[in-house]
């Protein structure tokens, strides 16, 4: 069973930088895709950012392009969201998401069997 925790969420003036972290443990031999959803206020939860399990593949929805940048650091079990000129609406909570396998399809919710509870991040105008 995967157990993912996020941090770093905080409130940001627009410009500003965050990096998100999660950390995912109770993964030993195989490791998971990982990927960042988030979630504005009265809006669907959409994907952000994926990596596959080696880290050689990384996709990311069209508006955070050149700005947000997903890694991984599989000695730490840790993936990172480093989230620059940040926007009001990038403003959500953030979620860590975890599965098995890669494909073209990286921010298709129901092949996340795992997630975190979430990191709220916050840009203000």
């Known amino acids: 069973v995967q157990h993912l925790v996020e941090s770093g969420g905080d409130s940001v003036q627009a410009g500003g930088s965050l990096r998100l972290s999660c950390v995912v443990t109770d993964y030993t031999y195989t490791r998971p895709s990982l990927a960042w959803f988030r979630q504005a206020p009265g809006k669907d939860r959409e994907g952000v950012a994926a990596?596959?399990?080696?880290?050689?593949?990384?996709d990311y929805i069209d508006s955070v392009k050149d700005r947000f940048s997903i890694s991984r650091d599989d000695d730490k079990k840790t993936v990172y969201l480093q989230m620059n000129s940040l926007l009001p609406e990038d403003t959500g909570m953030y979620y860590c998401a975890a599965r098995f396998g890669w494909d073209n399809s990286p921010f298709d919710e129901a092949k996340y069997p795992y997630w975190g509870r979430g990191t709220q991040v916050t840009v203000s105008s």
């Open positions: 990596i596959s399990p080696g880290g050689g593949a990384t």
